[in-house]
């Protein structure tokens, strides 16, 4: 059984590039052998990651998450058992905010701010979606 589970954090200090980019590097690492892909989006502050693959699979990755010291306020967004992955192409992708339309976050939310603790999950799903389908995710793997 295949599901999809969206997460929000607060970073417990901000994180630079070179930090985000060696959390993807594990990620993208240690997924693929537990089924496990997902689009992973910051701003420094603030982490929201989409986890799609199998129920036990992304419950055991998400339980790892939560405990990571790295982060606070872990708050599940979005729990959903699907039939099909939005991001099967991605290990783990990542959102390069530095290339974000702030239409698109203007568009989901009340600021051009990426703040998933004041919108509902399906919104930022929604979100995810529209940064995908919008090319603004690097991670693809081939």
Known sequence: M?????????ASEIYTPQTFE???????????????????????????????????EVNE???????????HDVQILHFEEITERKFASWSMGKVSFDRV??????????????DPYSVSGGVSVALLEELMAT??????TD
């Open 101 to 114: 339309n702030l239409a698109i976050l203007l568009k989901h939310s009340a600021k051009a701010v990426l």
């Open 22 to 56: 060696a959390i993807l590097a594990s990620s993208r690492k240690n997924n693929p052998s537990n089924g496990i892909t997902g689009v992973l989006c910051t701003n420094g502050f603030i982490f929201l990651q989409m986890l799609e693959g199998g129920r036990k």
């Open 2 to 10: 295949l599901v999809r589970l969206v997460y929000v954090s607060r």
């Open 61 to 71: 990755t998400f339980c790892r998450i939560a405990k990571d010291s790295r982060h």
């Open 135 to 140: 090319a603004n995710i690097a991670g693809k």
